[in-house]
């Protein structure tokens, strides 16, 4: 009998196992942790990494407008003439820029859009010979947007005064499309191999998704193929899609973040044409207060510190501005041949996501080394910083400008994993200091 019972439980724990691991697509999309940043008045930026989403860790990132929202627009940019242009750099010429994405395929030869292109009434190419035209996109003189299939009559005899025809559709009318060889030469390399993605969708409540998808960076982002990609955009809510041009030419940009994803030559590749979604900015959020941690009992935030390894009470006090006075910091060996690997982090609670410079400071301790290193982990790659303790003190000391979720699952980690030698480090306050959209330094860095 109890080895029945063991034999039930097992199973029923298996099958729970098998369910819980039987996700949909869909599933994972909506209960992802997704990073999220305004970019614009009824325009946000999304970005998350998946560790097992369609078959192998994908990073995905996404702009999502709201099409009824006052002044939120889509632009399609292009001179037609083979002039090529990075994605941020078409978006430049675009006034009120809030989010853009590489267009339609472009000749690898002399720079022209491949497929039908027509912008503010003006026909600025025709569809290569050899090329693929079953999907586009058009936008009425009223603004509204249209993932759609080719017209039986051709895309020249529509009467929208915006229209890029590309490749093929991704979604059509909540499913997706059924892409088979006819007609021009097929390319079934492209439809079928796991590479970067970007498409463009409308879903049922009028949202204009702008969607990359990163590859060729297994096995972290191991990209997505053509049918992949379209229920990637079911699952995101696109009732109608259409694939962009991809590859090293994927990239999206938004207003207020730079270049959200990694596009695959290492850096943006120039193309011929773009797509910008153009929204009023975001007003600068006042009254965002900075955020301090400090490790000390009595001091700010101390809930939001923790210790790796052994770590001791120092009296020496830590006097930058916003420092909690007379509580001391905490302290380790750097000698780490000796004590072994030490670290302090600090895991702030963020109420509004964005992006924070953040800051370092320490007291007039003795015996205080280089290098020290802080890693700064955002909704990015973790970025390490070399620090050394031993110049100043009681100052704050800038790690950076960094994008940081609502919660917790961002940190600031401080170890001695570069240095080894006979002396202390001090785990004094860090502070984080929102940044409005307008005065970020550096978007280059993201």
């Known amino acids: ?18 369910s819980a691991s039987a996700q949909t697509t869909a599933e994972i999309i909506q209960s992802a942790p997704w990073s999220t940043f305004s970019v614009g008045q009824g325009v946000v930026a999304k970005t998350c990494h ?4 369609l078959g192998g860790g994908q990073d995905v990132y996404v702009a999502d407008a709201d099409m009824t929202s006052a002044g939120v627009s889509l632009k399609f940019v292009s001179v037609g003439d083979g002039t090529r242009k990075t994605v941020s750099a078409w978006a430049a010429t675009v006034p009120g820029s809030a989010a853009a994405i590489d267009g339609a395929w472009t000749n690898t030869v002399d720079g022209k859009p491949d497929q039908y292109l027509r912008i503010n009434g003006v026909q600025l190419a025709l569809t290569n010979p050899v090329a693929q035209e079953r999907g586009g996109i058009t936008i009425s003189a009223l603004g509204d947007v249209i993932c759609r299939t080719k017209p039986v009559a051709g895309w020249a005899s529509l009467a929208e005064p915006n229209i890029m025809a590309s490749e093929v559709p991704s979604v059509d009318n909540g499913a997706a499309y059924e892409w088979t060889p006819s007609g021009a030469a097929d390319y079934s390399y492209y439809y079928t191999t796991r590479a970067p993605r970007s498409a463009i969708g409308v879903t ?11 590859g060729r960076r297994s096995p972290a982002a191991i990209g997505v193929s053509y049918s992949q990609m379209a229920e990637l955009m079911l699952a995101l809510g696109a009732v109608n899609a259409t ?11 938004g207003r207020t973040t730079g270049v959200l994803n990694q596009p695959s030559d290492g850096s943006e590749r ?13 007003p600068p959020v006042s009254g965002v207060d900075d955020i301090i ?15 790796e390894g052994v770590w001791a009470n120092s009296g020496a006090n830590c006097t930058a501005p916003g420092a909690t006075s007379g509580i001391g910091m905490r302290y380790a060996s750097t000698n780490r041949s000796v004590v072994g690997a030490k670290g302090a982090v600090y895991r702030p609670a963020i109420q509004l996501a964005g992006n924070y410079e953040v800051f370092a400071a320490w007291g007039a301790a003795t015996n205080r080394r280089n290098p020290i290193a802080y890693t700064v982990t955002g909704t990015g790659s973790p970025t390490k910083i070399p620090v050394d303790q031993s110049v100043v ?16 699952s961002g940190n600031v980690r401080m170890t001695n994993e570069d240095v080894d030698l006979s002396g202390s480090f001090y785990a004094g306050p860090v502070k984080f200091v929102y940044m409005p959209p307008a005065n970020v330094k550096n978007w280059e860095m993201y």
């Open 1 to 18: 009998m109890r080895t029945i019972i063991r034999f039930s439980i097992l199973a029923t724990l298996l099958s729970a196992a098998v």
């Open 50 to 53: 998946f560790t097992n989403l």
């Open 204 to 214: 049922a409540n009028n949202h204009v998704l702008l969607v990359v998808v990163d």
């Open 243 to 253: 694939e962009l041009d991809g590859g090293g030419s994927s990239t999206l940009w």
């Open 270 to 282: 120039s193309v011929g044409l773009a797509i910008c979604l153009v929204a009023p900015v975001t």
């Open 293 to 307: 941690v400090e490790s000390r009992a009595g001091g700010l935030n101390v809930g939001q510190y923790s210790e």
């Open 393 to 408: 003190d009681n100052t704050w000391v800038s790690l950076g400008t960094y994008p940081f979720a609502v919660g917790t």
